[in-house]
C-alpha cells in the first residue's frame, strides 16, 4: 500500500517520534456522495502545565505539548479530484513557532515590531486552535492522490475532511489511517559490573530521561 514512499515514511516516523514509537490506531475513513465537509480541527493541542499558561480565549501556549502523534492518510485508491472529498489542510499550524509570538505588533506604518527588544521566540508564541476567521486568512491546501500516496500529518495541525458532490458517479472516497505515537523515552545508563562479565543486561540498564543528569542534545 506504501509504494514507493514506505523508507522515506520510516525515516519520518522515526525522526519525529522516535525508534520506539507505538502503533495505537488503524482505522478506514469512507466518504460517501452527499457527505458534508468536517469543520477544520486538530486531533491534538497543546495542553497547559504551567500556572502561567494560556489565556482568556482559550489557547495554549508553548510550554507544553500533547504527546507526539502522527497519522498517515493513506489513499485507497485515486482521488484525483476535490469533489470526492479529499482531505484539506491549513499548512504551517501544528506548533506554536507557526504563530506569532507573544509581544509582536504593529507600528505607525503598520510594519510588525517587537514591543520589547528581544522576544524568546521558543517561549513567547502560543498554538491556536482554529477558528473560522483564522482559516479564511491561512487558507486551505488539498492534495491530490494516487492510490497508495501518504499524506502525512502532526496531530495537532489543522484539517478537515472535505464534501463528496460525485453525485452523477456516486464514488464513495476510502482512505487508510495508521496512527503512530511516541513510545516512552528512555536512555541507557552503564553501571559497575566485574570486568569479566560480558552481559549487556547485567552492565546496562534502562532510565527514564528526566530522570538523568546527562545534558541532551537537542
Same mark, same amino acid.
Given at each position: 500500500?506504501?509504494?514507493?514512499?514506505?523508507?522515506?515514511?520510516?525515516?519520518?516516523?522515526? !525522526? #519525529?517520534?522516535?525508534?520506539?514509537?507505538?502503533?495505537?490506531?488503524?482505522? %478506514?475513513?469512507?466518504?460517501?456522495?452527499?457527505?458534508?465537509?468536517?469543520? +477544520?480541527?486538530?486531533?491534538?493541542?497543546?495542553?497547559?502545565?504551567?500556572?502561567?499558561?494560556?489565556?482568556?480565549?482559550?489557547?495554549?501556549?508553548?510550554?507544553?505539548?500533547?504527546?507526539? +502523534?502522527? @497519522?498517515?492518510?493513506?489513499?485507497?485508491?485515486?482521488?484525483?479530484?476535490?469533489?470526492?472529498?479529499? @482531505? !484539506?489542510?491549513?499548512?504551517?499550524?501544528?506548533?506554536? !513557532?507557526?504563530?506569532?509570538?507573544?509581544? &509582536?505588533?504593529?507600528?505607525?506604518?503598520?510594519?510588525?515590531?517587537?514591543?520589547?527588544?528581544? +522576544?524568546?521566540?521558543?517561549?513567547?508564541? #502560543?498554538?491556536? &486552535?482554529? #477558528?473560522?476567521?483564522? %482559516?479564511?486568512?491561512?487558507?486551505? @491546501?488539498?492534495?491530490?492522490?494516487?492510490?497508495?500516496?501518504?499524506?502525512?500529518?502532526?496531530?495537532?495541525?489543522?484539517?478537515?475532511?472535505?464534501?463528496? +458532490?460525485?453525485?452523477? !458517479?456516486?464514488?464513495?472516497?476510502?482512505?487508510?489511517?495508521? @496512527?503512530?505515537?511516541?513510545?516512552?523515552?528512555?536512555?541507557?545508563?552503564? #553501571?559497575?559490573?566485574? &570486568?569479566?562479565?560480558?552481559?549487556?543486561?547485567?552492565?546496562?540498564?534502562?532510565?527514564?530521561?528526566? &530522570?538523568?543528569?546527562?545534558?541532551? /542534545? /537537542?
Amino acid at each position: 500500500v506504501l509504494n514507493r514512499n514506505n523508507q522515506m515514511i520510516l525515516y519520518l516516523l522515526q !525522526k #519525529t517520534l522516535g525508534h520506539n514509537a507505538e502503533l495505537c490506531e488503524v482505522s %478506514v475513513i469512507i466518504t460517501e456522495p452527499g457527505a458534508v465537509a468536517q469543520p +477544520i480541527h486538530s486531533d491534538g493541542e497543546y495542553v497547559p502545565c504551567n500556572k502561567n499558561s494560556g489565556d482568556n480565549d482559550g489557547n495554549v501556549n508553548v510550554y507544553s505539548s500533547s504527546p507526539k +502523534i502522527i @497519522t498517515l492518510f493513506i489513499a485507497l485508491h485515486d482521488i484525483l479530484e476535490e469533489g470526492l472529498g479529499g @482531505t !484539506k489542510f491549513v499548512l504551517k499550524t501544528h506548533h506554536p !513557532k507557526c504563530f506569532e509570538p507573544h509581544g &509582536r505588533g504593529s507600528n505607525e506604518d503598520g510594519d510588525e515590531e517587537e514591543s520589547n527588544g528581544n +522576544i524568546d521566540r521558543e517561549n513567547s508564541n #502560543t498554538w491556536l &486552535r482554529p #477558528t473560522m476567521e483564522l %482559516v479564511r486568512e491561512r487558507g486551505l @491546501t488539498w492534495f491530490p492522490m494516487e492510490a497508495g500516496d501518504t499524506a502525512i500529518m502532526y496531530s495537532t495541525s489543522w484539517h478537515g475532511g472535505g464534501a463528496n +458532490i460525485d453525485y452523477d !458517479k456516486g464514488r464513495k472516497r476510502c482512505l487508510l489511517t495508521v @496512527t503512530f505515537v511516541e513510545g516512552p523515552k528512555v536512555v541507557i545508563q552503564p #553501571t559497575s559490573t566485574s &570486568r569479566g562479565n560480558n552481559s549487556v543486561g547485567a552492565s546496562q540498564r534502562r532510565r527514564p530521561v528526566g &530522570r538523568t543528569n546527562s545534558p541532551r /542534545k /537537542k
